[in-house]
């Protein structure tokens, strides 16, 4: 996933607990970096060539200073809780 957000142009970093779910945040790195949906549905694609399904919430949530968030479901009970900080 790491490499898949460095190919969109963000910097992905682990962030609380991993009790209930993975909480990860998705940081704009470059210039030009990807739109947040394409980078959404990169890493859905990376985790489902993983674990051969995936489920993306797909109305992002808004979040406070801007944050977008998606949940991306790796099985029934287990999922990404993504947020991505604004490009701009």
Do not use: F
């Not at 991993?18 to 980078?39: F, H, K, M, S």
């Not at 919430?57 to 809780?81: F, V």
């Amino acid at each position: 996933m790491q490499e898949c957000a460095r190919e969109y142009g963000y910097a992905l970093a682990v962030h609380g607990s991993l009790n209930r779910d993975i909480d990860l945040v998705a940081i704009p790195w470059v210039e030009g970096a990807r739109d947040p949906v394409d980078l959404v549905y990169g890493l859905a694609s990376v985790v489902q060539s993983i674990t051969n399904y995936v489920d993306v919430i797909e109305c992002e949530t808004k979040k406070p200073y801007g944050r977008l968030a998606w949940s991306i479901y790796i099985d029934r009970t287990t999922y990404i809780d993504l947020s991505v900080t604004p490009r701009s």
